[in-house]
Protein backbone atom coordinates (compact mmCIF):
# COMPACT_ATOMS: atom_id res chain seq x y z
CA UNK A 1 0.00 0.00 0.00
CA UNK A 2 0.83 3.13 -0.99
CA UNK A 3 1.65 6.32 1.80
CA UNK A 4 2.02 10.22 1.32
CA UNK A 5 4.30 12.35 3.05
CA UNK A 6 4.01 15.88 3.32
CA UNK A 7 6.91 17.18 5.00
CA UNK A 8 5.43 20.95 6.30
CA UNK A 9 2.57 21.22 8.52
CA UNK A 10 1.89 24.70 8.27
CA UNK A 11 3.38 27.29 5.81
CA UNK A 12 3.12 31.10 7.06
CA UNK A 13 4.08 33.48 3.40
CA UNK A 14 3.30 37.21 3.07
CA UNK A 15 1.66 38.20 -0.34
CA UNK A 16 3.95 37.78 -3.85
CA UNK A 17 6.24 35.32 -1.89
CA UNK A 18 7.24 31.76 -3.87
CA UNK A 19 5.57 28.37 -2.59
CA UNK A 20 6.98 25.21 -2.44
CA UNK A 21 5.51 22.61 -0.91
CA UNK A 22 6.93 19.06 -0.63
CA UNK A 23 4.92 15.17 -0.75
CA UNK A 24 6.79 12.15 -1.52
CA UNK A 25 5.01 8.70 -1.86
CA UNK A 26 6.05 5.36 -0.74
CA UNK A 27 5.56 2.81 -3.99
CA UNK A 28 7.43 1.53 -6.58
CA UNK A 29 5.26 1.43 -9.07
CA UNK A 30 3.13 3.45 -12.11
CA UNK A 31 0.90 6.08 -9.96
CA UNK A 32 -0.99 8.87 -10.36
CA UNK A 33 -0.44 11.81 -8.58
CA UNK A 34 -2.89 14.72 -7.44
CA UNK A 35 -2.73 18.15 -5.51
CA UNK A 36 -6.31 19.14 -3.84
CA UNK A 37 -7.18 22.45 -2.19
CA UNK A 38 -9.37 23.08 0.48
CA UNK A 39 -10.55 26.68 1.17
CA UNK A 40 -11.53 27.67 4.84
CA UNK A 41 -15.11 25.58 5.29
CA UNK A 42 -14.79 23.97 1.64
CA UNK A 43 -14.60 20.79 0.40
CA UNK A 44 -11.52 19.54 -1.79
CA UNK A 45 -10.92 20.65 -4.86
CA UNK A 46 -9.15 19.85 -7.12
CA UNK A 47 -5.73 21.98 -8.20
CA UNK A 48 -3.88 19.89 -10.39
CA UNK A 49 -3.56 16.34 -11.96
CA UNK A 50 -0.46 13.77 -13.15
CA UNK A 51 -1.41 10.79 -14.68
CA UNK A 52 1.41 10.44 -17.36
CA UNK A 53 3.60 12.19 -19.63
CA UNK A 54 5.27 16.01 -19.17
CA UNK A 55 6.26 15.83 -15.92
CA UNK A 56 5.88 19.31 -15.14
CA UNK A 57 2.26 19.80 -14.64
CA UNK A 58 -0.01 23.02 -14.71
CA UNK A 59 -3.04 23.51 -12.98
CA UNK A 60 -5.45 26.35 -12.32
CA UNK A 61 -4.78 29.41 -9.95
CA UNK A 62 -1.34 29.39 -11.15
CA UNK A 63 0.12 26.62 -9.57
CA UNK A 64 2.28 23.72 -11.45
CA UNK A 65 3.89 20.19 -9.86
CA UNK A 66 6.72 18.47 -10.99
CA UNK A 67 6.97 14.51 -10.74
CA UNK A 68 10.51 13.64 -9.97
CA UNK A 69 10.06 10.06 -10.72
CA UNK A 70 13.33 9.21 -8.91
CA UNK A 71 12.45 11.11 -5.81
CA UNK A 72 8.81 9.78 -5.38
CA UNK A 73 8.03 13.28 -5.48
CA UNK A 74 4.93 15.57 -6.43
CA UNK A 75 6.20 19.20 -4.92
CA UNK A 76 3.77 22.02 -5.24
CA UNK A 77 4.93 25.41 -6.56
CA UNK A 78 3.43 28.62 -6.90
CA UNK A 79 5.97 31.67 -7.99
CA UNK A 80 3.64 34.37 -6.47
CA UNK A 81 0.95 34.04 -3.73
CA UNK A 82 -1.70 36.01 -3.11
CA UNK A 83 -4.47 36.50 0.32
CA UNK A 84 -6.87 34.30 -1.55
CA UNK A 85 -4.34 31.37 -1.41
CA UNK A 86 -4.65 30.59 2.35
CA UNK A 87 -6.00 26.88 2.39
CA UNK A 88 -5.10 23.36 3.29
CA UNK A 89 -3.06 21.85 0.26
CA UNK A 90 -3.30 18.07 0.45
CA UNK A 91 -1.07 15.61 -1.87
CA UNK A 92 -2.94 12.34 -2.85
CA UNK A 93 -1.72 9.51 -4.52
CA UNK A 94 -2.89 6.35 -6.14
CA UNK A 95 -1.21 3.34 -7.74
CA UNK A 96 -2.30 3.04 -11.45
CA UNK A 97 -5.51 1.21 -11.87
CA UNK A 98 -6.15 0.80 -8.35
CA UNK A 99 -8.99 2.82 -7.08
CA UNK A 100 -7.72 3.59 -3.45
CA UNK A 101 -6.14 7.12 -3.23
CA UNK A 102 -3.87 7.65 -0.22
CA UNK A 103 -3.95 11.44 1.36
CA UNK A 104 -1.00 13.19 3.13
CA UNK A 105 -1.88 14.74 6.50
CA UNK A 106 -1.74 17.97 4.51
CA UNK A 107 -0.15 21.36 4.61
CA UNK A 108 -2.05 24.58 6.40
CA UNK A 109 -0.86 27.83 4.15
CA UNK A 110 -1.24 31.09 5.54
CA UNK A 111 -0.64 33.96 3.13
CA UNK A 112 -0.41 37.33 4.67
CA UNK A 113 -1.46 40.84 3.20
CA UNK B 1 -24.81 20.92 -12.85
CA UNK B 2 -22.10 17.90 -11.84
CA UNK B 3 -21.79 17.54 -8.56
CA UNK B 4 -21.64 15.34 -4.91
CA UNK B 5 -24.44 16.13 -2.68
CA UNK B 6 -23.62 15.14 1.13
CA UNK B 7 -26.53 15.98 3.92
CA UNK B 8 -26.63 16.72 6.55
CA UNK B 9 -23.58 19.64 6.40
CA UNK B 10 -24.05 19.76 10.45
CA UNK B 11 -25.23 16.72 12.46
CA UNK B 12 -25.08 16.75 16.63
CA UNK B 13 -25.73 13.90 18.32
CA UNK B 14 -25.65 11.91 21.35
CA UNK B 15 -23.61 8.43 21.77
CA UNK B 16 -24.95 5.77 20.74
CA UNK B 17 -28.14 7.05 18.44
CA UNK B 18 -27.72 5.48 14.98
CA UNK B 19 -27.42 7.73 12.05
CA UNK B 20 -26.73 7.95 8.55
CA UNK B 21 -25.24 10.49 6.44
CA UNK B 22 -26.27 10.74 2.25
CA UNK B 23 -24.46 10.70 -0.35
CA UNK B 24 -25.61 11.34 -4.30
CA UNK B 25 -23.63 11.98 -7.09
CA UNK B 26 -25.17 13.11 -10.55
CA UNK B 27 -22.49 11.95 -12.89
CA UNK B 28 -22.78 8.09 -13.53
CA UNK B 29 -19.49 7.18 -11.45
CA UNK B 30 -19.09 3.81 -11.01
CA UNK B 31 -16.61 4.58 -7.73
CA UNK B 32 -17.76 6.48 -4.75
CA UNK B 33 -15.85 6.26 -1.18
CA UNK B 34 -15.80 8.16 2.22
CA UNK B 35 -13.33 9.66 4.27
CA UNK B 36 -13.22 11.53 7.69
CA UNK B 37 -10.56 13.88 7.80
CA UNK B 38 -9.04 14.75 11.83
CA UNK B 39 -6.47 17.35 12.12
CA UNK B 40 -3.22 16.40 11.54
CA UNK B 41 -3.92 12.95 9.98
CA UNK B 42 -5.72 14.26 6.38
CA UNK B 43 -8.35 12.22 4.96
CA UNK B 44 -8.66 8.49 5.80
CA UNK B 45 -10.55 5.90 3.38
CA UNK B 46 -13.15 4.75 5.67
CA UNK B 47 -15.30 2.37 3.09
CA UNK B 48 -15.23 2.48 -1.10
CA UNK B 49 -17.79 0.75 -3.39
CA UNK B 50 -16.17 0.11 -7.12
CA UNK B 51 -20.55 -0.08 -8.11
CA UNK B 52 -23.65 -1.18 -7.16
CA UNK B 53 -23.64 -3.92 -4.38
CA UNK B 54 -20.08 -3.87 -4.59
CA UNK B 55 -18.49 -2.57 -1.09
CA UNK B 56 -15.40 -2.22 0.72
CA UNK B 57 -13.28 -1.69 3.77
CA UNK B 58 -10.57 0.88 3.48
CA UNK B 59 -8.20 2.23 6.51
CA UNK B 60 -10.57 2.98 9.11
CA UNK B 61 -13.89 1.28 8.56
CA UNK B 62 -14.43 0.39 12.08
CA UNK B 63 -17.78 1.63 13.72
CA UNK B 64 -19.13 2.14 10.17
CA UNK B 65 -20.97 0.60 7.35
CA UNK B 66 -22.05 1.21 3.94
CA UNK B 67 -24.50 0.40 1.42
CA UNK B 68 -25.05 0.54 -2.61
CA UNK B 69 -28.21 -0.30 -3.80
CA UNK B 70 -27.69 2.00 -6.41
CA UNK B 71 -25.48 3.84 -8.90
CA UNK B 72 -25.81 7.31 -7.72
CA UNK B 73 -26.16 6.72 -4.07
CA UNK B 74 -23.83 5.66 -0.91
CA UNK B 75 -25.10 6.60 2.51
CA UNK B 76 -22.51 6.34 5.59
CA UNK B 77 -24.45 4.84 8.40
CA UNK B 78 -22.96 4.58 12.40
CA UNK B 79 -25.34 1.91 13.78
CA UNK B 80 -23.90 3.42 17.64
CA UNK B 81 -22.08 6.54 17.30
CA UNK B 82 -19.29 7.18 19.93
CA UNK B 83 -17.38 10.61 20.46
CA UNK B 84 -14.46 9.00 18.66
CA UNK B 85 -15.99 9.44 15.44
CA UNK B 86 -16.48 13.36 15.71
CA UNK B 87 -14.97 14.06 12.40
CA UNK B 88 -15.40 15.83 9.07
CA UNK B 89 -16.49 13.30 6.74
CA UNK B 90 -16.37 13.75 2.93
CA UNK B 91 -17.97 11.53 0.19
CA UNK B 92 -16.69 11.35 -3.11
CA UNK B 93 -16.63 9.85 -6.59
CA UNK B 94 -14.87 8.91 -9.63
CA UNK B 95 -15.62 7.93 -12.97
CA UNK B 96 -12.99 5.89 -13.90
CA UNK B 97 -9.99 3.92 -11.44
CA UNK B 98 -7.56 6.30 -13.30
CA UNK B 99 -9.73 9.66 -13.20
CA UNK B 100 -9.61 12.22 -10.07
CA UNK B 101 -12.16 12.00 -7.40
CA UNK B 102 -14.48 14.67 -6.81
CA UNK B 103 -15.58 15.44 -3.31
CA UNK B 104 -18.92 17.05 -1.60
CA UNK B 105 -18.96 19.80 0.87
CA UNK B 106 -18.47 17.91 4.14
CA UNK B 107 -20.53 16.69 7.01
CA UNK B 108 -19.10 17.97 10.29
CA UNK B 109 -20.57 15.59 12.89
CA UNK B 110 -20.11 15.57 16.84
CA UNK B 111 -21.49 13.05 18.81
CA UNK B 112 -21.62 13.91 22.41
Known amino acids: AQSVSQHNHHVILSEAASLELGCNYSYGGTVNLFWYVQYPGQHLQLLLKYFSGDPLVKGIKGFEAEFIKSKFSFNLRKPSVQWSDTAEYFC???????????FGAGTTVTVRA | EAQVTQNPRYLITVTGKKLTVTCSQNMNHEYMSWYRQDPGLGLRQIYY???????DKGDVPEGYKVSRKEKRNFPLILESPSPNQTSLYFC???????????FGQGTRLTVV
Open chain 2, 49 to 55: SMNVEVT
Open chain 1, 92 to 102: AVNAHNDYKLS
Open chain 2, 92 to 102: ASKFLVNTEAF
